[in-house]
């Protein structure tokens, strides 16, 4: 059986005003797996992947294991740390940095986890943008290519770290089905290949149905999707 990337279990989330977003919440998720957690907006997906990303905290009581990691005993520094070196971003926006060229945003994430100097981190940046077939656009700026080389530039910035996960929230949201569908491919082949785990919160259900596992975030829980019987 793969290594386990996460185990979370007892998950819980609590907003101002004692808001409970997530209750309980039980995770598993071993290398080479992707999940997606689909459900309605405002049940709790984009709260969770935060969590799971280190953004934001689970309230005391849940156990959350990063690998080998017990997150919940981490001072803020340390997870800052963590995050930087093990956790991959992908938005539905892309997220660039409107003014940096994609090689200097594919670079950034290196800036605070890499012990690597200049030439070391711009080595890096270019063979990750080569990786996904988009090194010639290396020197552009986001305003200067498709939606679609813009989501592969920010796949590129999350996975130049060598992440262990990869949270994506709604990767293909802003983008047209075919260039969707191809930008879901590369991430879904890279995960296998690099033996990573991916986490995509989507209301798509095509792209849901593309991961290996899919779970439904509702009432603050999180559980396998009710089966349609005809």
Partial sequence: MAERIIGLENASRTLAASVRVLHKVELELRAGESLAIVGRSGSGKSTLL???????PFDRGTSYHLDDTEVMR??????????????GFVLQNSGLVAHLSALENVELPLMHSSRDGFRGIRRRALEQLDQLGIGHLARRRPVQVSG????RIAIARALVIG???ILADEPTGALD???GALVL?????LVHRTNAAMIVV????EVASRADRTLHVSD???HEPERRTR
């Fill in 50 to 56: 935060s969590c799971l990303g280190l953004l934001a």
């Fill in 74 to 87: 981490l001072s803020e520094s340390a997870a800052a740390r963590l995050r930087a070196t093990s956790i």
């Fill in 148 to 151: 679609g080389e813009r989501q």
């Fill in 163 to 165: 992440p262990r996960l």
């Fill in 177 to 179: 089905e075919q260039t």
């Fill in 185 to 189: 491919d590369l991430m879904l082949d």
């Fill in 202 to 205: 989507t209301h798509d259900s």
């Fill in 220 to 222: 603050g829980h999180l």
